[in-house]
């Protein structure tokens, strides 16, 4: 099992940058996907990046170019930096780690876009 908590999340005027931290405790991170989703209000939780075990990755349409993840697995950390920020990124951003059909959760961290 592994415990995920958030941080770095906050209140950035459009064209700004912010960097989500997710530190792991618990389990052997290096074994799982890790992930982070976003949820706006009335919407659903949607994929914005993930990272494989091995380091591959893939992002949302929306966010191809404005956001990187990266992970440290000896910091047990996943990153995601967030250049260009638009309004409409504001939402819970919530990390996430996969292994063999399980996943995890974080408690989320508010991300608001507005000038």
């Known amino acids: 099992q592994v415990q995920l908590v958030e941080s770095g999340g906050g209140l950035v005027q459009p064209g700004g940058s912010l960097r989500l931290s997710c530190a792991a405790s618990?389990?052997?991170?290096?074994?799982?996907?890790m992930g982070w989703y976003r949820q706006a209000p009335g919407k659903q939780r949607d994929m914005v990046a993930r990272?494989?075990?091995?380091?591959?990755?893939n992002y949302a349409d929306s966010v191809k170019g404005r956001f990187t993840i990266s992970r440290d697995n000896t910091k047990k950390t996943v990153y995601l930096q967030m250049n260009s920020l638009r309004p409409e990124d504001t939402a819970v951003y919530y990390c996430?780690?996969?292994?063999?059909?399980?996943?995890?959760w974080g408690q989320g961290t508010q991300v608001t876009v507005s000038s």
């Open positions: 618990g389990s052997i991170f290096g074994i799982y996907d």
């Open positions: 996430n780690a996969h292994f063999l059909a399980r996943d995890y």
């Open positions: 990272i494989s075990n091995g380091g591959s990755t």
